[in-house]
């Protein structure tokens, strides 16, 4: 046989030993090796690595995060509330080794996981009111359950990231009596806002009333100091004008009372040397 086919025989011979003894694990990957279906070692570093041919085979997990998606189930309230939950968990596998010996695949990894959760979402829901659980400390107690869970899937080479609820429904026959029951609270509350805002409402007018009462005084006030102020002003100046010439201001007076007597076509009876009848001595009256 000639050197040259030799030299290629082997070559041949040995990729094809390479290609029995090494393989790849990337970064998204774990690796186990196997040696007649017994685990041997654990390879989780990303890497050319090897293996026996023939007696050794590997056996590849995610190194990624995984979902846990579980069906909706009930559970049960501490006030008596049926409610379906949907929930789910990010998860990873931590130890293959560990895990290939516990739960073999992912299937088995699911079935692990919907019992540990379920149980421990069971258990801390129903320690809390819907209300609660609906809005107040859902945030709480997902980060319990996520902790407890976690320790008890540590058994399984799986680290639980978090669990998350998706939705909460009630039942269909509980959906109308919640319903009823959360329209008649806003009713409730609407009736008491309403009451509160008529009492401000009365408060407010009361006051109004008041200060406009108040305004209305001090106003009358004002007016009849100054109408007082007026009239004594104007006496003053009666006086002084009747101090200066009494006679003028006596016919300016005698005359304003004729104008107010003689009107209207009246009539009156008075004698001849009457004082009234005093600037009109030389006058003719007639009817």
Request: net charge neutral.
């Amino acid at each position: 046989m000639k050197k040259g086919t030799i030299t290629i025989i082997i070559i041949v011979l040995f990729l094809i030993l390479a290609n029995l003894s090494l393989f790849i694990v990337d970064e998204t990957r774990q690796a186990i090796i196997l040696q007649f279906g017994k685990p041997i070692r654990a390879i989780q570093q990303p890497g050319l690595n090897w293996k026996l041919p023939f007696v050794q085979n590997v056996v590849y997990f995610e190194d990624r995060l995984l979902v846990y998606d579980a069906a909706p189930t009930e559970i049960i309230t501490k006030d008596k509330k049926t409610l379906i939950v949907d929930n789910y968990a990010r998860w990873k596998i931590t130890d293959p080794l560990k895990f290939l010996q516990t739960v073999r695949d992912l299937n088995g990894a699911q079935s692990r996981l919907d019992d540990i959760i379920y149980s421990e979402l069971r258990v801390d829901l129903g320690l809390f009111n819907m209300t609660e659980i609906v809005s107040e400390n859902r945030e709480k107690i997902m980060e319990r359950v996520t902790k407890i869970s976690n320790e008890k899937s540590a058994t399984y080479g799986i680290e639980i990231v978090d669990v998350r609820i998706k939705r909460v429904d009630l039942p269909p026959e509980n959906e109308k009596f919640i319903f009823d029951r959360m329209k008649a609270e806003r009713e409730r509350i609407a009736k008491q806002y309403r009451a509160e805002g008529q009492e401000e409402s009365a408060k407010i007018i009361a006051e109004t009333e008041k200060e406009k009462t108040i305004i209305l005084a001090e106003a009358y006030k004002t007016a009849e100091t100054l109408r007082g102020e007026g009239d004594a002003e104007a006496v003053k100046i009666y006086a002084e004008s009747f101090n200066k010439d009494p006679e003028f201001y006596r016919f300016l007076r005698t005359l304003d009372a004729y104008k107010k007597t003689f009107k209207d076509k009246t009539t009156i009876l008075l004698s001849a040397d009457s004082d009234f009848l005093k600037y009109l001595s030389n006058q003719t009256i007639s009817k």
